[in-house]
């Protein structure tokens, strides 16, 4: 069966006037947060849920009326502006693996959001995949980033980094290769400019980046606070099919039991607090909430507001 990835209507060529949105701006009290769409890249939907019966992944995918092979992975990025620091966190897949060409925007949209790379001041990386890194690489950014603009991410990941375990993994080949070799690649090329952190790191004024792992070991999510509003951006922590099954293991998680604890406790503390969440993976904007439902979850999309 062939999926076709050309949904959207007459998108034209990509560029600053595409038609697609691709950015959703907030504000979280001062904070300004854009979620910008890198785009959608697809792998097989087995990759959902290395541990669950075929068939109830079949009927999750059936009940969306979505097909049963293929899964298009959204893609998220977040820039951060707080306390005059403009913060990237995460920068989109690059163009690391040739056969994703509706991913890997990142720059071009940073540009048509009128975001000069060179006014990034800091780099925050969820964890070392690369579809979180790879952007670092592209061009229009790799060669426009402040050549010393500092990366902050978890000193665990750098160190699982350098010789990575991929046991408890079900990637789909060749990923496990180009992954391994695109982050021994960032330790090597970025390895001056990295700013490890054991547990957090505030990053700017209300912008906390703590290591949650599970995901893999330095995994970390990002919670911004201020004036009373909260938002928390759970990178990999959460994909779309985790609300209904959040004890699914992902085919990217490296501890999946860990990143199953991980998940339920973040998605319970972010249901009690019912504040805004933003996810790697979840589809564009990926603003909502959680509530609980029975023994799960529910996400609750935000209204758009424009
Ligand atoms: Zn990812």
Redesign the pocket.
């Known amino acids: 069966m062939s999926v076709s990835l050309e949904k959207t209507s007459h998108p034209g060529r990509p560029g600053s006037d595409e038609l697609i949105p691709s950015r959703y701006a907030l504000r979280v009290g001062e904070i300004d947060v854009l979620v910008i769409s890198d785009g959608v890249f697809s792998l097989p939907a087995a990759t959902l849920a290395t541990n669950a019966d075929p068939a109830d992944l079949a009927a999750w995918l059936d009940d969306r009326l979505l097909p049963p092979d293929v899964y298009k992975?959204p893609?998220n990025v977040v820039v951060v502006r707080s306390g005059g620091r403009t913060v990237l966190i995460d920068a989109g897949i690059g163009r690391e693996y040739p056969d994703y060409p509706r991913a890997g925007r990142l720059a071009m949209r940073l540009d048509a959001a009128g975001i000069d790379p060179a006014s990034v001041t800091d780099v925050v990386l969820t964890?070392m995949?690369m579809?979180?890194i790879g952007g670092l690489f592209a061009d229009g950014l790799r060669d426009r980033l402040r050549p010393d603009v500092p990366i902050h991410l978890a000193a665990v990941e750098t160190e699982f980094w350098a010789s990575p375990d991929f046991s408890r993994t079900a990637m789909p080949p060749p990923v496990p290769d180009v992954i391994r070799a695109l982050a021994g690649r960032f330790l090597d090329e970025y390895g001056s400019q990295l700013r490890p952190f054991e547990a957090e790191y505030k990053v700017a004024p209300g912008v906390v980046v703590s290591r949650t792992g599970g995901h893999d070991p330095g995994h970390s999510v990002v919670r911004l606070a201020s004036g009373g509003d909260r938002l928390t951006f759970l990178?990999?922590a959460v994909f779309p099919n985790h609300f209904d099954h959040p004890d699914w293991y992902n085919a990217?998680d490296h501890d999946p039991e860990e990143a199953v604890r991980v998940r339920v406790r973040l998605l319970r503390e972010l249901a009690a607090s019912r504040e805004l969440l933003v996810a790697?993976?979840l589809p564009f904007p990926s603003v909502g909430r959680v509530a609980v439902a029975g023994d799960v979850f529910r996400f609750v999309p935000a209204i758009w507001e424009y």
């Open positions: 992975w893609l964890h995949h579809d979180h990178g990999d990217f790697g993976h």
